[in-house]
């Protein structure tokens, strides 16, 4: 068989019809609220006592640091409380023999260390005068309580959180393996290390990366309108939405702000079916699958991030290598070989081995529309080590990678669409305007959804937005973050098409979706956290301080204390 006509079947597996992805939004938006009602669901809907979004009139200097894969972040940054802010930051590797340390103290002990060095290095003029401070005042803190930096620490591990800055390890991931420090709280082992050190500095809130898109994004975002959900599409992919308060009705431990009447509800929809029942599966999705180190697991994640991209590529590739009868990076196919010279496989090509092609050339071959595919074909050489490809083998590359991509974009955007649909927001006057449908309404429209009247409505709002202004108010503002929505040209496009498919949504709805990059996410929405805990410290302190004198009068303390606390 011919090559592109092989690329051409290969891709078409990977083909999502506006029908599927109306069936994956249905089953999202029904999974979403099966996470809010329960524990231990697919989507595990973790609230983060993270109870506003901030507006980008937040001011302070807060200090964030990030334990990811590799490196260990420590920043400040000064919130100008005008949208904008400076932030400075330190990085270093995290020392392989920490990752598998005997205990958790080495590993924190290290980062406390860490954070002592950042303040002397950009700080110190502060750090000098409150560790006098913290030396010589005889309270039993030996400080005073508004002159502590407040940290907020980005864990991208799974923590069970159970308060703003209270969260135990659940397990490890991505190479560390401390068993010490399971089922501890991350926090905890962190404040200890850093008052041995006698630093100025409170943790205050415990992040996750996605919730730290969502702030870092509701700071930035122009105008008022705050930001409905962060979402990464990075290494792996997570969302985290602003949810009512009312709609989480499983059990919630500790303490939380109700006067917002909302919480940052954190998805985990990287587990989204992983029961498969809407979701595709190629034989390529299943061998992946079956060869991952937690089969059947993050079963929505593996069709859509950067760490699965490459494999399932390089995974298509190789079903097509083997093939005697089609000629993929084989010479009989490579008479038009501009190169003149024989292609190779290496033995040491990354096709050969699990894991070891990166998403990024799926990028790059989106990227290149050149005639001769020169750098596709380099990239072909650099990353799966095969020498002298011809411009057919490129142009199969190209369309798989395509394939693969846009299917993940149109996963991503059912996921948007499903969480926008979820919380009502396209509604106008949101508080006026009727309760968002409720999740079996939603499914049960879904499944009613007749193609043909769609294909005619849609066509119609399509002649009605043309030209149309979208108000300000009417906007949903999404903060994304990750090098695959980043970088993949059109991306967010193809997240749009799928979104339009909704009819839910559709066209006049996807115009009034507006995404943006968060950039420096992760240091700057930890620091909005941060922000958020020391005010709830505050609110808590007050209505406790009142509680009491209201007490010592001999009056009904609770009824005060909520009316003080609207
Ligand atoms: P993290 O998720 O660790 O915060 P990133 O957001 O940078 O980091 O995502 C890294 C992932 O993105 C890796 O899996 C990598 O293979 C993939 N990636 C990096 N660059 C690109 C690109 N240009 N196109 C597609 N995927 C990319
Ligand atoms: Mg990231």
């Not at 990227?367 to 080590?385: F, H, K, W, Y």
């Not at 149109?410 to 305007?433: D, F, Q, W």
Request: some cysteine; proline content about 3%; aromatic content about 6%.
């Amino acid at each position: 068989m011919a090559l592109a006509a092989e690329a051409k079947r290969v891709a078409a597996e990977f083909e999502l019809t506006d029908n599927d992805i109306r069936k994956t939004v249905a089953e999202f938006v029904a999974e979403m609220a099966a996470g809010l009602a329960q524990d231990g669901t697919a989507m595990s809907q973790i609230p983060t006592y993270v109870t506003g979004v901030p507006n980008g009139t937040e001011k302070g200097l807060y200090l964030a640091v990030d334990l990811g894969g590799t490196n260990f972040r420590v920043c400040s940054i000064q919130l100008n409380g005008d949208t904008t802010f400076n932030l400075v930051q330190s990085k270093v590797a995290i020392p392989k023999e920490l990752m598998v340390a005997k205990t958790a103290k080495e590993l924190f002990a290290f980062l406390a260390k860490q954070i002592e060095v950042f303040l002397r290095t950009h700080h110190n003029d502060h750090f000098e005068k409150q560790l006098r401070r913290r030396q010589t005042v005889s309270t039993p803190e030996g400080y005073r309580d508004e002159h502590i930096f407040r940290l907020g620490f980005t864990f991208s591990f799974p923590v069970k959180q159970v308060g703003i800055n209270r969260g135990n390890l659940i397990r490890w991931t991505k190479g560390f393996n401390i068993q010490d420090a399971v089922g501890k709280d991350v926090c905890q082992l962190l404040q200890e290390e850093i008052d041995l050190l006698k630093l100025p500095v409170k943790v205050a809130a415990l992040v996750n990366d996605t919730v730290g898109t969502l702030m870092a994004r509701s700071y930035t975002s122009p105008g008022k309108t705050s930001t409905l959900l962060g979402a990464i599409f990075g290494t792996g992919t997570n969302g985290a939405y602003v949810e009512k308060l009312s709609k989480i009705t499983k059990s919630m431990k500790g303490d939380y702000d109700k006067s917002t009447g909302e919480m940052v509800v954190n998805t985990e929809w990287g587990s989204f079916d992983n029961g498969l029942k809407v979701l595709p599966n190629t034989e390529y999705d299943a061998q992946l699958d079956r060869d991952s180190v937690n089969p059947g697991i993050q079963m929505f994640e593996k069709r859509i991030s950067g760490m699965f991209l490459g494999e399932i590529l390089r995974i298509a590739l190789v079903s097509i290598m083997k093939r005697p009868d089609v000629p993929l990076f084989r010479d009989d196919n490579s008479s038009h070989n501009d190169y003149r010279s024989t292609t190779t496989v290496d033995e040491t090509s990354p096709l050969h081995t699990q894991w070891a092609v990166d998403s990024s050339i799926l990028s790059i071959a989106e990227a290149d529309n050149s005639v001769g595919l020169r750098a596709l074909r380099q990239q072909i050489e650099t990353s799966l080590g095969v020498s002298a490809a011809s411009i057919d083998d490129a142009r199969a590359v190209k369309e798989i990678a395509h394939a693969i991509a846009e299917r993940a974009a149109r996963l991503s955007g059912a996921a948007v669409a499903a969480i926008v649909i979820h919380t009502g927001r396209l509604n106008p006057g949101a508080s006026s305007a009727p309760q968002p449908k409720s999740a079996a309404a939603i499914v049960e429209d879904l499944k009613n959804f007749n193609l043909a009247e769609a294909a005619s409505a849609t066509t119609n709002k399509l002649a009605d937005t043309a030209g149309m202004a979208v108000n300000e108010e009417e906007i949903v503002d999404i903060g994304v973050d990750g090098s695959l929505v980043e970088f993949y040209p059109g991306y967010e496009d193809y997240m749009r098409a799928a979104m339009r498919a909704v009819p839910e949504i559709g066209a006049v709805g996807e115009r009034k979706i507006r995404i943006g990059i968060a950039k420096d996410g992760s240091g700057v929405g930890a620091a909005l956290i941060a922000l958020v805990a020391a005010k709830m410290e505050q609110s808590n302190n007050y209505v406790g301080d009142l509680r009491q004198r209201l007490e010592s009068v001999g009056e009904s303390s609770e009824e005060q204390a909520i009316v003080v606390e609207k």
